[in-house]
């Protein structure tokens, strides 16, 4: 079976910093792209960050890019997002996603399909 795991949300004041992390299990971690996506109260979900398998490409949403990270270490089966100069636009439920699509990575991040999904956390960004 599998599972996705994040952690690593919490509350936040605004120009501060975050580090989500995500473990999976029951895959074989190093086939898979990876992704995190986020969903705002009232708002659709939307890809945050995505990266390839072996962490070589990268894709990053217009609203977060020069402040988020995204980095993967497979030998530890870990993802994670640091996330810089957070402001309360960021303010979301954040999912980590693994997929085997064969798209492109910013057509997987821009899409709202992946095979498994982690339960999510929250993070808050107060002003």
């Known amino acids: 079976q599998v599972q996705v795991v994040e952690s690593g949300g919490g509350l936040v004041q605004a120009g501060g910093s975050l580090r989500l992390s995500c473990t999976a299990s029951?895959?074989?971690?190093?086939?898979?792209?990876m992704g995190w996506f986020r969903q705002a109260p009232g708002k659709e979900r939307e890809g945050v960050s995505c990266?390839?398998?072996?962490?070589?490409?990268?894709y990053y949403a217009d609203s977060v890019k020069g402040r988020f990270t995204i980095s993967r270490d497979n030998a530890k089966i870990t993802l994670n997002l640091q996330m810089n100069s957070l402001n309360p636009e960021d303010t979301a439920i954040y999912y980590c996603a693994a997929d085997r699509a064969t798209v492109t990575i910013s057509d997987y991040c821009r899409g709202r399909h992946s095979d498994y999904w982690g339960q999510g956390t929250q993070v808050t960004v107060s002003s």
């Open positions: 990266i390839s398998q072996k962490g070589s490409n990268t």
């Open positions: 029951g895959l074989s971690f190093e086939d898979y792209r």
